[in-house]
């Protein structure tokens, strides 16, 4: 075999690995040619390969379910993600694209704590440094922790719908606005919040929505780095 073709044989079988979803218990060999844009021929013979390295299993019925060797990847990809190297660096890019200060939040005694964060390089931002702790109803972040934690409201359910949220001015200081968006893990839970914040002058509504294709791609990048299927997270 050519290392030409043993790479698209791999390609083929991640593909058919890749055609399962949350909402499969198993798939027929018929829709995994479907999905794939394989031939069944070939889904068939990749098949037998998945299933001698546990990647498949093939029920009673001769339909095909993920095997157990993706969950033990998995738990070893639990073990050795080191959060930081992923977030910092995800940080920097924000603040070098858009100007602001990012932060990273996670949930912490019923609020919020930064855990990661970048500042701008300017005179002129807002102060927060990693460590400091925030209620949850008080700026975006916040919000945004509310809302993918379950929170019921209408505002919560907008946030839910659309993937982020904005405030500008608060308890603190009502010179200040921000814009955040959610975070997930392997598991599809809550993360934590990515945000960029500053001067109330400085984001000011059109601002916010310049920055905001640039925050939801990397809260979209950093929840496929810690393992989470953004499928559904918008662009």
Request: glycine fraction near 8%; hydrophobic fraction near 40%.
């Amino acid at each position: 075999m050519s290392e030409e073709s043993g790479v698209a044989a791999v390609d083929r079988a991640l593909s058919i690995l890749g055609a399962f979803t949350p909402a499969d218990e198993s798939l027929s060999l018929t829709a995994l040619a479907e999905r794939t844009g394989l031939y069944k021929s070939t889904v068939l013979r990749l098949a037998e390969s998945l299933i001698r390295a546990d990647y498949l299993a093939r029920t009673l019925d001769s339909r095909y379910q993920l095997g157990p060797k993706p969950l033990q990847l998995g738990a070893i990809f639990q073990r050795q993600l080191r959060r930081a190297d992923h977030v910092v660096p995800v940080l920097r890019e924000l603040v070098a694209g858009t100007g602001e200060s990012a932060s990273f939040y996670v949930p912490s005694r019923n609020g919020r704590i930064c855990l990661h964060r970048v500042d701008a390089p300017r005179m002129i931002r807002d102060a927060v440094r990693e460590g400091d702790w925030r209620p949850l109803d008080n700026g975006a972040a916040g919000f945004v922790i509310m809302a993918f934690r379950g929170d019921p409201g209408e505002e919560l359910e907008l946030i839910r719908q659309r993937y982020w949220a904005s405030s500008t001015g608060n308890e603190l200081d009502p010179d200040l606005a921000a814009i955040a968006v959610p975070v997930f893990d392997a598991t599809q839970q809550l993360a934590g919040s990515l945000s960029i914040s500053g001067p109330r002058y400085r984001l000011q509504e059109a601002a916010k929505r310049d920055c905001l294709p640039a925050l939801l791609k990397a809260g979209k990048h950093l929840s496929s780095s810690f393992g989470a299927d953004v499928a559904a997270y918008p662009e």
